[in-house]
């Protein structure tokens, strides 16, 4: 090719046509053969692929070229070479922009007032944690609050108590006084209240569940204590006025005392349901009684 050229010349495009011709292959067999458009190829065979940009077309040209089994040292001469070189980029700013007066005043005006808020909510920060601290030592020196709340656990103690706990029972200031038996007054409150004094006749049944299980306790007025499935890992307490019907839905998860007393459940159950009314004893005598 390169002794061609010197003798006629001969643009790229009409050099890969007639190298394609001569392997007898139409345009159709290499656009399927090198994964170009066909039109494409035409382009570049025609010279008229001058809207396809110079980098992508010089890529083109050489994947068509080494189709056409081109030898290495000859493809750069069909490769089109740049017209112009591009300018070289320079520095627009020669300096960086100089800041005016404004901002450099309205940007020390904003550390200032910054510094001036943070330093006033930390000031109010302290006074009020100071004050705090001073409210709660005078509470905690008052002798007439630590009366006020032994006579709240007093009153607490003779009111049934059916559910939880949703506020302090004792004054705040007396929350950290003790009694002449060293017990805290707040200990003294949630103790009277978890456990209620039984009254007279009274039975106290704990309940301990470790999977799901329906619960149906009943004490011998017709009381409902509880109905309801209680979940695994609760420990319940109930006192009512034996003897008491019961019914544990899963009693294999149950463990069941009266008065401090283990009620042993594998007699009264079947198919993992028990049934039964405790204590037997006084069951008993009841209905002797009502035969008497």
């Known amino acids: 090719m390169i002794q061609q050229q010197e003798l006629i010349p001969m643009e790229a495009g009409e050099y890969l046509k007639k190298l394609r011709l001569g392997r007898k292959l139409s345009l159709a067999d290499v656009a399927s053969a090198v994964f170009l458009d066909e039109k494409l190829l035409r382009d570049i065979e025609e010279d008229n692929a001058g809207h396809i940009a110079l980098l992508y077309r010089n890529g083109y040209i050489q994947t068509y070229a080494r189709y056409l089994k081109v030898p290495e040292s000859e493809i750069p001469a069909l490769l089109v070479q740049p017209q112009s070189k591009e300018p070289d980029l320079h520095n627009i700013f020669t300096e960086p922009p100089k800041r005016n007066s404004t901002e450099k005043w309205l940007r020390a005006s904003s550390y200032v007032l910054a510094s001036l808020l943070v330093g006033t909510l930390a000031w109010q920060f302290t006074h009020e944690a100071v004050r705090l601290s001073q409210s709660g030592s005078r509470l905690q020196d008052n002798g007439a609050n630590t009366e006020e709340a032994q006579r709240s656990v007093t009153s607490v103690q003779q009111q049934e108590f059916n559910g939880p706990v949703n506020a ?9 006084s003790r009694n002449q038996d060293g017990m805290d007054t707040a200990e003294q409150a949630w103790a009277a209240v978890s456990k209620p004094e039984l009254l007279e006749g009274e039975s106290r049944l704990q309940i301990m569940v470790s999977a799901d299980s329906w ?12 109905m309801d499935l209680l979940r695994g890992g609760s420990n319940r307490e109930y006192q009512g006025k034996p003897p008491f019907r019961i019914l544990f839905g899963r009693a294999s998860a149950v463990r069941l005392s009266v008065d401090g007393e283990t009620v042993d459940l594998s007699a009264f159950t079947q198919d993992d349901v028990a049934q039964l009314t405790w204590p037997q004893k006084l069951q008993a005598a009841n209905m002797d009684s009502d035969g008497s």
Do not use: F, T, Y
């Open 168 to 176: 302090s029972i004792a004054p705040l200031g007396a929350l950290h």
């Open 215 to 226: 619960i149906e306790i009943n004490d011998a007025d017709g009381k409902e204590l509880e």
